[in-house]
């Protein structure tokens, strides 16, 4: 199993979290929290044990330990990226 995508993200509350999820996929759309049509991507949240979507505007892959972390993970990806874990 593949490791997870882990992010920054500041939700539609303001709050900002490092988040790690398994995307499913990623899509442009709405939703009823997003209703303004964007690229969304949709995933498993292993933290919150949840299935949730993330508006992609609002992920950020700069913080220390993303960069880390997603380096390897994008890495483990080009290996196989059709691969879903």
């Not at 790690?20 to 209703?35: A, K, L, Q, W």
């Amino acid at each position: 199993m593949k490791p997870p995508l882990e992010f920054g993200y500041t939700n539609i509350r303001g709050e900002y979290a490092v988040r790690r999820v398994m995307p499913d996929v990623i899509y442009f759309g709405v939703t009823d929290y997003y209703t303004t049509p964007q690229w969304l991507m949709s995933g498993y949240d292993v933290d919150r044990d949840v299935f949730r979507t993330f508006a992609m505007a609002n992920m950020r892959f700069d913080c220390p330990r993303c960069r880390d972390h997603d380096a390897a993970v994008i890495n483990e990806h080009k290996q196989d990226p059709y691969s879903r874990g």
